[in-house]
């Protein structure tokens, strides 16, 4: 899935500019790492891409679709469908089984529900990430490794075409990020998918394809 | 007999209390009364009399059946002056109880004064202590005033049986006319005559017809110890051709004892508590029809 | 299920407490007015449905409640009685079905009421258990009134000594339960019926010779110091029992015209017969009066309505604070979800999915607390029975 962007610019409602990427283009199956010092955006541009903030100047387009132009209901739906995310605090709930975790997309997206289909493609994510024997385990029950796989679970079970991850490394320790950036590019691997992640965990930017430095375009930018 | 079975029968089968109201039925404490209410109320009325042959109705204890049988109806016909002792302790429903002597008490006749215990048959002692003499059915005015009454409740309570009411008041009138006419004929015959009654439950008849009657306290069915015989020796007369009310056959001996005596004996039965009711008041008086 | 149903069973469900303690406080909520409701409204039915049975009273004139709840639901007495004249003169009257009333004394608390064997006929009132008094001496209980005197046909009842006549000295009187009634859901439940004559010897009205045995309670006499027992006793308490042996021993003080009735209960034979009736009454005696009950329990239920509806407001009030209090924790707990929330847009959740989880949850718990307010309101509505006896004992 083809990312382009052109002259994209978002502005906090208080008035400071929040991003500004003049022009990129990821292909499809690239993985791009987005790095920079806190406050400079990272965050902010995942949010656009994934439909969440509307840019105040240019285009995004995923795979053709005008991400930037998209109605309220027409972003959730591309969410739903086309956006995989996982989380630095890894967003599980407390009050789920890894299982439900996993199949969380399926229950509160509109017009989806949890098939046998759903079931089977969750339990063999769990198989293929060696979660299998943890399904029936709250969050509370799992280690930061496991939560984290979890969540991958659950970012790719509804097969999104591109998988936003913001900083999923931050709270692992060297050993599991390395096995957790694994999941991720088999995962992309597997999907087809573009991947986007923001880390700062430099030791890992040599497993991407490319690398956007934000300090770099706040540089330009200024 | 057969309607006192059929009211137990009835009464044991528990029969719910909305069968009481399709039937309507009168029950009265002695046989004058029961053939009264049997007469009066004719095939529209079942007749209550629950007491065995053998018994009199005067001094009668009714068992709780007994009692429940008297409960059901709808009329209960009482003898008034004190008669039926039980009357006073079981509980009847007061609106249903017809006094048959309530308007007459100026004819009612105060008992002896003196109290008179005694045994008496299979119910024991029990005294002859009520206010009034019990047999009042014998005085014709005052058995036409307890078919007034029974006649008046009747009326009251079935209105629709008004109309025959009153022809069976009648028919009941001219019962009482002749029973009348028979004791009468006999009382002015013997008269003259000294006359002794086995028991005081003539006391009526006295009242009503010529003659003067003595009563003593002797029993059917037991001799008289020889103290009463002689002091019955010394009263009797007999130039006056004595003659003795009994209310049933006496024993054999004194029978033989009297007769003796030149006594004659007449049965005269108060018919208190008859086994059959028809025609009760002219077999009463058929007692004494060729006397 | 439903996605969005199931996240709210599992929340519930995990947060237990928190969801238990809403379900009952709004369970409580449901439950008081409905309770109140569905209490109020039984007793009123079981009230009028007494009342409608009982067509009119005739007692001696004032307070008209009073004498309809002394009357038909034997509670308290009336001060001033009517006599047995005015009964055979109800009776002479030829217009009505009659049953008199007279609230003779209690036994451990529990009314002794003199009447006629037309009461048991007319209320159709048949024996459960032995059969309905035949003599004097004799009573039947109410289905309560056995079960909480824990006695059975066959044995006896003590009357309390709190006569009213006291003319023969106070004394208990024991009498034999000839047999326990079928429960009626009326008062005739919590009640000991007898004849007219025993509610006048319980009373104090009758009473043996003296000659009489007296049982003096042989656990009284224990008490004594050894010989003297008796003489120091003699002053005490005697129990006197009416039985079969002793009833030509009973008599009664002064003519039987003037013995005291608390109330006629008059069941005319037709709307004419009740007219008539009603005139003659007021005609008669300015003492006397002849009312309709369902008139007394109909201004009576106005008033409990009226005592109803202030305690509505009072309860209004409690649960406006009760919801402001559920509406705090509800805002609280959807604040605590936010990043929850939040991950669930990511994930692509419409915006509305958070009021849709609280709804689901709360309707969830709604649910619970309607149907454990039904439970309850439906239990206490089968033990009414109960609930209206004692509200009838007691009230």
């Known amino acids: 899935m083809t990312i382009e962007i052109q002259d994209l610019a978002y502005t906090h409602p208080g008035g400071t500019t929040g991003l500004h990427v003049p022009q990129l283009t990821v292909q499809a199956g690239e993985t791009l790492a987005v ?113 984290q796989r979890v969540a991958i679970c659950r970012a790719v079970v509804t097969d999104p075409k591109v998988l936003l991850a913001d900083e999923p490394t931050g709270n692992l320790d060297p050993d599991t990020a390395a096995l957790i950036m694994d999941h991720l590019l088999t995962a992309r691997d597997r999907l087809g998918a573009t991947l986007v992640m923001v880390t700062h965990d430099h030791s890992l930017l040599d497993r991407f394809d490319r690398v956007l430095d934000f300090r770099d375009l706040w540089r330009s930018g200024a | 007999m057969r309607l006192y079975r059929a009211i137990l029968a009835t009464l044991t089968l528990a029969a719910p209390p909305a069968l009481a109201d399709t039937s309507r039925t009168i029950a009265a404490v002695n046989a004058p009364l029961a053939y009264i209410a049997s007469v009066l109320g004719g095939a529209q009325v079942d ?143 013997v008269s003259e005559r000294q006359i002794f009654a086995s028991h005081p439950i003539y006391q009526y008849l006295d009242y009503a017809y010529p003659g003067d009657i003595t009563a003593l306290h002797w029993e ?51 018919m208190a508590n008859a086994e059959t009711w028809d025609g009760l008041f002219l077999r009463l008086a058929d007692q004494v029809a060729g006397k | 299920m439903n996605g969005i149903a199931y996240l709210a069973w599992r929340h519930t469900h995990f947060h237990w407490l928190r969801s238990l303690t809403l379900v009952l406080v709004m369970a409580t909520l449901i439950t008081i007015p409905l309770l109140a409701e569905v209490l109020t409204r039984a007793a009123e039915t079981r009230m009028m449905s007494r009342a409608e049975a009982t067509p009119l009273i005739y007692g001696s004139a004032g307070a008209p409640l009073d004498l309809t709840l002394t009357a038909a639901y034997f509670r308290g007495d009336i001060e001033t009685p009517i006599s047995m004249e005015d009964y055979d003169w109800l009776i002479a009257s030829r217009l009505a079905d009659l049953a008199p009333v007279h609230v003779a004394g209690t036994s451990r608390s529990i009314p002794i009421i003199g009447t006629d064997f037309e009461y048991f006929r007319l209320r159709g009132l048949t024996a459960a258990a032995g059969r309905l008094p035949v003599s004097l001496g004799e009573v039947v209980l109410g289905a309560e009134a056995a079960q909480s005197l824990g006695v059975a046909a066959g044995e006896l009842v003590t009357s309390d000594v709190n006569q009213v006549f006291d003319l023969a000295g106070a004394y208990p009187v024991g009498m034999l339960i000839s047999g326990i009634l079928e429960p009626t859901g009326t008062p005739d439940d919590g009640a000991i019926l007898t004849d007219l004559k025993t509610g006048w010897i319980v009373s104090g009205l009758g009473h043996g010779h003296e000659e009489l045995t007296r049982q003096t309670k042989a656990a009284l006499l ?143 718990l709604l649910t619970a607390a309607v149907i454990i307010s039904l439970a309850v309101t439906w239990s206490a509505a089968l033990m009414e029975d109960q609930i209206a006896q004692l509200w009838f004992r007691n009230g």
Do not use: C
Request: aromatic content about 6%; overall charge negative; proline content about 6%.
């Open chain 1, 35 to 147: 790095i920079g010092p806190s406050g400079s955006g990272k965050t902010t541009f995942l949010n656009v891409l994934s439909g969440l903030l509307r840019p105040d100047n240019g285009s995004i387009r995923v795979n053709g679709i005008a991400v930037d132009a998209l109605s309220r209901r027409a972003a959730q739906v591309y969410r739903a469908d086309s956006v995989g995310y996982v989380f630095q605090d890894f967003g599980l709930l407390d009050y789920l089984t890894a299982r439900d975790n996993i199949l969380h997309p399926f229950r509160i997206a509109r017009g989806r529900r949890v098939t046998p289909h759903a079931r089977n493609r969750a339990n063999e994510l769990a198989k293929a990430l060696g979660i299998a024997d943890r399904l029936t385990h709250r969050p509370a029950q799992l280690s930061h490794g496991e939560k």
């Open chain 2, 220 to 270: 059917p069915d037991t001799d008289p110890g020889e103290q009463e015989w002689s002091a019955f020796e010394l009263a009797i007369d007999a130039d006056r051709h004595p003659i003795m009310l009994w209310e049933d056959f006496a024993t054999a001996g004194t029978q033989q004892r009297l007769e003796g005596l030149g006594v004659e004996i007449i049965v005269l039965n108060p």
């Open chain 2, 47 to 189: 007749v209550i009399y629950p007491l065995p042959p053998d018994v009199d109705p005067a001094y009668w204890s009714p068992s709780p059946e007994e009692v429940q049988a008297y409960q059901q109806a709808d009329l209960i016909l009482l003898n008034g002056a004190g008669y039926a002792g039980w009357v006073e302790s079981a509980l009847l429903p007061r609106a249903r109880l017809v006094d048959t002597t309530a308007a007459v008490q100026a004819l009612l006749i105060p008992a002896e004064t003196e109290t008179v215990a005694h045994k008496h048959g299979p119910e024991g002692e029990h005294a002859h202590d009520g206010a009034y003499a019990f047999t009042t059915w014998l005085d014709p005015q005052i058995a036409e005033a307890q078919i007034a009454a029974a006649a008046g409740a009747i009326s009251a309570r079935w209105p629709d049986m008004a109309p025959q009411i009153e022809q069976r008041t009648a028919d009941l009138r001219a019962e009482i006319a002749a029973m009348d006419a028979a004791l009468s004929r006999f009382f002015s015959k």
């Open chain 3, 222 to 364: 224990l008490k004594g110091a050894g010989g003297d027992a008796i003489t120091a006793n003699a002053s005490l308490p005697t129990l006197e029992t009416i039985s079969a042996d002793q009833l030509a021993d009973f008599h009664f003080h002064g003519p039987s015209e003037t013995f005291p009735l608390s109330a006629v209960l008059v069941f005319p034979f037709d709307e004419k017969s009740s007219a008539l009736l009603r005139g003659r009454v007021e005609a008669r005696d300015t003492a006397v009066q002849i009312l309709r009950p369902t008139d007394q329990i109909r201004g009576l239920m106005e008033n409990v309505f009226q005592v109803k509806s202030v305690l509505q407001g009072v309860m209004l009030a409690v649960s406006l604070a009760a919801l402001l209090a559920m509406a705090l924790v509800v805002w609280l707990s959807v604040q605590m979800r936010r990043r929850e929330f939040d991950v669930a847009l990511r994930l692509g959740a419409g915006p509305g999915l958070p009021a849709a989880l609280v709804a689901s949850e709360l309707l969830l």
